[in-house]
């Protein structure tokens, strides 16, 4: 059989290059492919796998800033809170400094005065004593005066004393609007038959405090007394009266 093949197949060099190269491909490819295939890189050695791996590239250029998006909505609102625990008690402060005195009242303060030229207003009235006209009747000041008014300082003004102009000094207006200078006490008849046809006094009366009359007729701190006669014997009679402050 050999014998035969042998005398089929000329060798000749090229023949045997051939068959070589042929046989040198086919087992060298499957060793190489059992021994040398990289599946890992532990397969690497670390030399070698450093040298591999490139240097990093220089950062890139930041992009344009986008635009701001829309404001959400708003979140519920959070539960309340535990109640936190009551702190301990402060230790007592200092007692601060008194204040400055106020200013006085308008137009008076307890136990003062009414003040100078300020003029207070009043009405007055009274009966008199039986058919012969005969009066006694009180004049009392809502703020009390500084000090007494003298006789010169107490005016009866009449009817005919506003009609006529004939005012005393010391005093203005008129019944309605009674007006009194400075030191002085102006007392207003009230209308016809009311004025005194005969002396008319103001007796200084005792004070909140007591006292006696004074001897001098005027008028005290406190009011004044009207005594007189009163004409064709009226029974009443009444009028205003101002009084001002020093």
């Known amino acids: 059989m050999f014998s035969a093949i042998r005398t089929r197949i ?5 023949t045997v290059i051939a068959t070589l190269a042929l046989v040198f491909a086919m087992t060298g ?11 890992s890189t532990k397969q690497i050695s670390p030399k070698v796998l450093k ?7 220089k950062p890139g250029a930041n992009g344009a800033q986008g635009l701001a998006g829309a404001a959400g909505p708003q979140g519920p609102g959070g539960a309340a ?22 200013n006085e009242g308008s137009p008076w303060t307890v136990n003062g005065t009414l003040p100078s030229e300020k003029t207070e207003v009043g009405t007055w009235g009274g009966v008199t004593l039986g058919s ?11 703020i009390p005066l500084k000090e007494a008014l003298s006789s010169t300082k107490v005016h009866f003004v009449t009817v005919g004393d506003v009609k006529n102009s004939t005012i005393p000094t010391g005093c203005g207006g008129s019944l309605e609007e009674p007006k009194a200078e400075p030191g002085n006490l ?12 005969g002396n008319h006094l103001g007796i200084d009366l005792p004070g909140p405090g007591g006292g006696s009359e004074a001897e001098e007729p005027g008028a005290g701190t406190t009011g004044a007394l009207l005594i007189g006669l009163t004409e064709s014997g009226f029974p009443i009679v009444h009028g205003t009266f101002a009084v001002t402050a020093e």
Do not use: Q
């Open 10 to 14: 000329h060798l000749t060099p090229s």
């Open 132 to 142: 012969s006209g005969y009066l006694v009747t009180t004049i009392s000041f809502p």
């Open 29 to 39: 490819g499957a060793y190489a492919a059992s021994k040398y295939l990289i599946t």
């Open 81 to 102: 809170g535990a109640k936190g625990e009551t702190g301990a008690a402060g230790g007592e402060g200092k007692a601060g400094t008194n204040g400055e005195p106020g």
């Open 186 to 197: 102006c007392v207003f008849e009230g209308g016809p038959g009311a004025a005194f046809s």
């Open 51 to 57: 040298s591999l791996k490139g240097k990093a590239g």
